[in-house]
């Protein structure tokens, strides 16, 4: 074979060998990073796009509403003075923390039945004024004894979804889309 040939095949493989690379570095760079950790847009049929959390064997559906304004502190007082304000927020940062973009399934059952617990202590005695908001607090209250009795990962979303809900319609999260879980939907 001449030094020609063998420089025109050599050219050959290293341009292909980049078109291969930077076909990858595409697919990766444009659909994995649009992710954004665990999560998706999907195309529904009416050309509407919402953000669907990714779970090991289902979708969460998730309902678009509008935000509300922060509820008066004086709403949901804890025995210990804490606000429900403050309450809500923690725990749904906890919830998003262990349980969302798939870790459901993987969450530490041990730290979840602890959190449960400490729910249910932090809701001994708490004062609330609004009775939606009571009946949601009751909810969590069944859902965090199912916890702590049991591995129930059911019970733990349940648990994410009051939270989350509570705080777009309590906290006046900004964020627009529920699960439509709560009795309390704003003022």
């Known amino acids: 074979m001449s030094w020609k040939k063998m420089i025109g095949w050599i050219l050959g493989i290293v341009v292909g060998g980049?078109?291969?690379?930077?076909?990858?570095?595409?697919?990766?760079?444009?659909?994995?990073?649009?992710?954004?950790?665990g999560k998706s847009i999907v195309k529904k049929p009416d050309n509407e796009s919402s953000v669907v959390e990714a779970s090991a064997n289902e979708s969460e559906d998730v309902d678009k509403k509008v935000v509300n304004e922060p509820v008066d502190k004086s709403v949901v007082t804890l025995a210990d003075g804490t606000d429900g304000h403050s309450f809500i927020s923690k725990y749904h940062e906890f919830y998003n923390d262990t349980l969302c973009w798939g870790r459901i399934d993987t969450a530490s059952y041990s730290e979840q039945a602890q959190t449960a617990s400490e729910i249910l202590q932090s809701l001994e005695d708490v004062k609330i004024t609004n009775k939606d908001i009571a009946k949601d607090f009751e909810s969590i209250k069944e859902n965090a004894k199912i916890v702590v009795k049991e591995d129930n990962r059911e019970a733990m979303r349940q648990l994410h979804r009051l939270f989350h809900d509570l705080d777009i319609y309590f906290n006046g999260y900004d964020y627009h889309q529920t699960f439509g879980v709560t009795e309390f939907t704003g003022e």
């Open 18 to 37: 980049g078109v291969i690379v930077a076909s990858l570095a595409f697919y990766v760079f444009i659909v994995l990073g649009n992710l954004d950790k």
